[in-house]
Nanobody, 120 residues
Framework: QVQLVESGGGLVQPGGSLRLSCAAS????????MSWYRQAPGKQRELVAA???????NYADSVKGRFTISRDNAKNTIYLQMDTLKPEDTAVYYC??????????????WGQGTQVTVSS
């Protein structure tokens, strides 16, 4: 079993910053792609940023230039640095990871979510 635990959400004023963390633990053979998604009330869950095991990082157009995704492979952790936050960034943010639990098996896991509220 694999657990993803997010932290770092909260209430921030427009123009402010937050840093989210997602730590993976458990039966991990290899961490592959890891991503951040978000879901605002009444809307579908959407991809915010993805960082593969190797290759190009992807961002949603709405966050390009404001958000930065990074990973620390030694700590099995990814981060989402969010700057110049806007009210429309308000959502529950979820971590997603593609995890190989052996050399021949992999699964997708989700964290429990962390609330980000941007409001004055």
């Amino acid at each position: 079993q694999v657990q993803l635990v997010e932290s770092g959400g909260g209430l921030v004023q427009p123009g402010g910053s937050l840093r989210l963390s997602c730590a993976a633990s458990g039966s991990i053979y290899k961490l592959n792609a890891m991503s951040w998604y978000r879901q605002a009330p009444g809307k579908q869950r959407e991809l915010v940023a993805a960082i593969p095991g190797g290759g190009r990082i992807n961002y949603a157009d709405s966050v390009k230039g404001r958000f930065t995704i990074s990973r620390d492979n030694a700590k099995n952790t990814i981060y989402l640095q969010m700057d110049t936050l806007k009210p429309e960034d308000t959502a529950v943010y979820y971590c997603n990871a593609d995890v190989s639990t052996s050399s021949y098996r992999s699964y997708a896991y989700w964290g429990q979510g962390t609330q980000v509220t941007v409001s004055s």
